[in-house]
């Protein structure tokens, strides 16, 4: 089961942080969903960020939801 942590309005569309609890690893685990605005169904991208990145490196590196939102994409970054 997923908990919304935070939830922002980013160009034009939502991003949410979500976490569950893990029962693979056991742990608490945390992801970012950028919904783009508009009417879908849009397409997912899900970004694999390395092992010591969290949900917001990628994202915020490389300016990925000005281009989401521009392209209609749904990004998952866990």
């Not at 939502?14 to 690893?25: E, P, Q, V």
């Not at 608490?28 to 508009?38: D, H, I, N, W």
């Not at 990145?53 to 939102?69: L, P, R, S, V």
């Amino acid at each position: 089961m997923f908990q919304t942590t935070k939830t922002h309005t980013v160009h034009g569309g939502t991003l949410r942080y979500l976490k569950h609890d893990s029962a693979t690893t056991g742990t608490p685990m945390t992801l970012s969903v950028f919904v783009p605005g508009g009417e879908g169904p849009f397409p997912v991208l899900i970004w694999l960020s390395g092992l010591t990145c969290t949900e917001d490196n990628f994202t915020t590196k490389a300016g990925a939801y000005a281009a989401a939102a521009e392209h209609g994409v749904i990004i998952v970054a866990p």
